[in-house]
């Protein structure tokens, strides 16, 4: 799930998107017959979520008899492609999904609708942040992903290695690596993975009091020498043998690595409790902890948040069902469906799904979780990330040079946005 969150738009299409909304007019909604039926669009990209969705906007219409709600589904792969040409259009679904690495450039550049006074301590405050730019709210979060520590049980036992729990440090992390690793089976204590910052340097570098962008989104933090550090705990492990190298993670995926009994942990997403659950080749060696603690304890949260267009031509009934979408009611609906909703309090029965892992460690989190990193063109140096850092993960430069030149490129891209 939170993979496919983690994209954004190229730098072509920020460029495109504002030209065209600047030249969008005014909506009519003050002209609309109050008593009148509407029908407000609302847009989603995860077909597993469509019957949630759909069960929330009969309930929410059983309430406003007057407002249907059309869930529109748009696959990942087109949705950003089709949301941007309607936001150019000025035809933008009434009400819509956005994360995080979109979320400034649409709100920046007069695509979404700030959003009335709502009571924003029923929610996480990172996630409260991340749909927040210049002092105004965008969005109300719908739902969250922390990232924990993954295992392999029987590896561990055979290892006769005592399994992860919310005392393990880094330290600790790295003397468990050494006895998990038998390069003779061609067994590994993880993949250092390097696509995936959400769930893997992203984590560590917080846990090394690091940063990946200044809290005003204007400078990179990739110069700081915690920052370094937190790149150092991957490189570290490809370079003690206790990873595969970066190769083999590109032809192989480490979640199937990590599936297959190739690796012992895994750095990975709330998301994974499901494909984890239902794979027969892990399903009963499988549990997770929380990550462990750097200098300090830390794990990045990300989630969606339901916005409403700000050309829309039903602002006050879209209104009301995007309270009604960040309520309790319609978050307990989620919590069922397998997804961790934002309202605090409602996430027991994502819970009780799998009793079988310890998934309140992923809930435990909450209390250090940091918002993912993001800046009104977060897509020009997520690119730059993997262009400068991939040198370091080959062992080919050292960590410090790559990100000293990652931090430069990335400043010239913020300057520019």
Known sequence: ??????????????????????????DDSGRTDPNA??????AVWDKNQVPAMQEIASAFTKQNRNIVVDVQLTPWETYWTKLKAAATGGTAPDVFWMNGPNFQLYATNDVLAPLDTFDTSNYPKALIDLYTVDGKQYGIPKDFDTVGLWYN???????????????????????????????????????????????????????????????????????DPATVQGLKFWTDLIAAGQSPDLKTMTDTASINLFESGKTAMYYGGSWNAGEFTTNASIKSKVDVAVLPKGVKQATVIH??????????????????????????????????????????????????????????????????????????????????EMTYLTPAW?????????????ATAMNDALAKE
């Open 394 to 406: 080959n062992q080919r430069e050292g960590v410090s040079s790559a990100a000293n030149k990652l």
């Open 37 to 42: 039926t509407v029908t407000l669009s609302y």
């Open 153 to 223: 049980k029987a590896l561990f036992d055979a290892a006769d290695v005592t399994y992860p729990d919310d005392t393990w440090t880094w330290e600790t992390f790295k003397a468990a690596a050494a006895k998990l690793t038998d390069k003779a089976k061609g067994q590994y204590a993880i993949a250092a993975n390097l696509t995936s910052a959400q769930e893997y340097q992203y984590n560590t570098i917080y846990q090394a009091g690091g940063s990946v962008i200044s809290a005003d989104g204007k400078t990179s933090g990739y110069a």
């Open 1 to 26: 799930m939170a993979r496919f969150r983690r994209a954004a738009l190229a730098l072509a299409g920020a460029v495109a998107l504002v030209a065209a909304t600047a030249a969008c007019g005014d």
């Open 303 to 384: 989630g969606l948040a339901n916005v409403i267009s700000a050309k829309s031509a039903h602002k006050e009934q879209a209104w009301k069902f995007v309270q009604y979408l960040g309520s309790r009611q319609a978050a307990e609906i989620e919590s069922k469906a397998g997804v961790i909703p934002a309202f605090n309090g409602t996430q027991q029965a994502w819970v009780d799904r799998h009793p079988e892992l310890h998934l309140q460690a992923l809930l435990d989190e909450l209390a250090y979780a940091v918002p993912f990193p993001v800046s009104r063109n977060t897509a020009a140096w997520n690119e730059l």
